[in-house]
């Protein structure tokens, strides 16, 4: 006699072998997203922005709603100046993720890059204020040039030299900002002085 399983148990082995097969699936399609995203952060590290731009671009293939493929791919684009790709991808990646590390400060700087100075000097000095480790030199640095290009330059001496202390290396540029902000106000006493720190 031959043994012939019950037609219910055909059916529950099939779907249970297509159910594995689908996770297999999905589970190799998130690993082959991620090892493209891990080549495309250190093609950017390397300034190999069309090899980044490539591999960012094969993760978000495997998965279009990943907050940190959209952002990435937007710092690849704010880093080549492809300003509207880049606010695509960073807008995207805020709309699923707002609170994404670093996010906000790329945001900032892409109005930088825009010319959105008012908007950039309110994103940069909110990121001053409330983050005291990441990027915060920067964060002061370019709310102080946002502050200046608003023609506010008194919070613009604010943030500058905030960043001047806390920087060598952009305490020159600073100084010299610093003195044009106290030029503009006629404190020519101060700005001598900024200007003499930027010439010695």
Do not use: W
Request: proline letters at 4%.
């Amino acid at each position: 006699m031959i043994f012939r399983p019950p037609i219910a148990l055909i059916f529950f082995s099939q779907y249970l072998l297509s159910s594995l097969l689908f996770i297999s699936l999905g589970f190799c399609q998130e690993q082959s997203g991620e090892a493209s995203f891990d080549l495309g952060v250190f093609a950017y590290e390397d300034k190999d922005f069309v090899s980044a731009e490539k591999h960012l671009k094969n993760a978000l293939s495997y998965a279009p709603e990943n907050p940190f493929y959209c952002h990435f791919l937007g710092k690849i684009y704010l880093a080549t100046s492809k300003l509207d790709l880049a606010e695509s991808y960073l807008k995207k990646a805020h709309h699923i993720n707002p609170v994404l590390n670093g996010l906000a400060y790329d945001l900032a700087y892409l109005a930088f890059k825009q010319a959105n100075f008012e908007y950039a000097a309110k994103c940069f000095s909110h990121i001053a204020e409330n983050d005291p480790f990441t990027q915060n030199v920067l964060a002061c640095y370019y709310a102080g040039i946002s502050f200046f290009e608003c023609k506010n330059y008194s919070k613009a001496i604010l943030y500058l030299m905030r960043a001047a202390e806390r920087s060598p290396t952009i305490k020159p540029n600073c100084m010299f900002y610093c003195a044009i902000c106290y030029f503009k106000q006629n404190i020519i006493q101060k700005a001598v002085q900024h200007f003499e720190y930027v010439l010695m």
